[in-house]
């Protein structure tokens, strides 16, 4: 059965198919403050948190999902806030379509779909070629938030992080824990709730690692094949 399309009019929603690559995310915004991307945005709760705390910053916040897109813009525009837009777009196809060289400020990943069976690990998200790609389009400085209830999966991007020269932890150990004043998303404090420890990971990009293709070059093509655009 076909899943019904929920159409999204909010003025904060971006259809991606209407845009001409690459973006001018500060023409979209009407300032050049800089810009903050949520991959996996869920219901929203995380990111209404976060751009009420930086309201000096901008967040692009994005899901695969159509409802949870739907309920994202819905939160955004009952809350005022006019630092946020939504976009429902796969990541990488997001960063290899319409971002560029040094365009984020910051990227959060929260509790991603953690594929548990062992088969299914290489579908996860995160790993060594997808950290490598982000130092590309992260500024010099630019920092990586990642958190995730499962050990296995902190436990795998922890030494990869660590064996990238580029990247500098913010953190006395990885994994580490959730700093206190990190909004919770809904599965975080669910998952908390239940006596479920969070694992935590934040990095930067080092201020001396020079942004080029280069960081691209260790990058299979599969990578930047065109994803769908939902």
Same mark, same amino acid.
């Given at each position: 059965?076909?899943?019904?399309?929920?159409?999204?009019? %909010?003025?904060?929603?971006?259809?991606?198919?209407?845009?001409?690559?690459?973006?001018?995310?500060?023409?979209?915004?009407?300032?050049?403050?800089?810009?903050?991307?949520?991959?996996?945005?869920?219901?929203?709760?995380?990111?209404?948190?976060?751009?009420?705390?930086?309201?000096?910053?901008?967040?692009?916040?994005?899901?695969?999902?159509?409802?949870?897109?739907?309920?994202?813009?819905?939160?955004?525009?009952?809350?005022?806030?006019?630092?946020?837009?939504?976009?429902?777009?796969?990541?990488?196809?997001?960063?290899?379509?319409?971002?560029?060289?040094?365009?984020?400020?910051?990227?959060?990943?929260?509790?991603?779909?953690?594929?548990?069976?062992?088969?299914?690990?290489?579908?996860?998200?995160?790993?060594?070629?997808?950290?490598?790609?982000?130092?590309?389009?992260?500024?010099?400085?630019?920092?990586?938030?990642?958190?995730?209830?499962?050990?296995?999966?902190?436990?795998?991007?922890?030494?990869?992080?660590?064996?990238?020269?580029?990247?500098?932890?913010?953190?006395?150990?990885?994994?580490?824990?959730?700093?206190?004043?990190?909004?919770?998303?809904?599965?975080?404090?669910?998952?908390?709730?239940?006596?479920?420890?969070?694992?935590?990971?934040?990095? %930067?990009?080092?201020?001396?690692?020079?942004?080029?293709?280069?960081?691209?070059?260790?990058? %299979?093509?599969?990578?930047?094949?065109?994803?769908?655009?939902?």
């Amino acid at each position: 059965m076909t899943q019904r399309i929920i159409e999204i009019t %909010s003025p904060t929603f971006i259809p991606g198919q209407q845009l001409d690559p690459p973006v001018d995310f500060a023409a979209i915004f009407g300032n050049d403050n800089p810009l903050v991307l949520e991959i996996g945005c869920g219901i929203g709760d995380f990111i209404v948190q976060l751009a009420a705390q930086q309201p000096q910053r901008n967040f692009l916040a994005i899901d695969i999902y159509n409802k949870g897109c739907y309920k994202t813009c819905r939160r955004i525009d009952e809350t005022g806030l006019s630092n946020v837009r939504v976009m429902r777009i796969e990541a990488r196809f997001l960063l290899d379509r319409y971002l560029t060289m040094d365009s984020l400020a910051a990227v959060y990943i929260n509790c991603p779909d953690p594929w548990p069976k062992k088969r299914h690990r290489q579908r996860r998200l995160l790993n060594r070629e997808f950290l490598q790609t982000l130092l590309y389009y992260l500024q010099p400085g630019g920092e990586l938030f990642f958190s995730t209830d499962f050990a296995d999966y902190a436990e795998q991007i922890a030494p990869q992080l660590l064996s990238l020269p580029d990247y500098q932890s913010k953190l006395d150990q990885l994994p580490g824990r959730v700093p206190t004043d990190y909004p919770r998303s809904k599965y975080m404090r669910r998952f908390m709730e239940r006596g479920q420890p969070i694992y935590f990971l934040h990095c %930067s990009k080092r201020k001396s690692c020079v942004t080029g293709s280069h960081l691209l070059a260790a990058v %299979s093509p599969g990578f930047r094949t065109p994803w769908s655009t939902l």
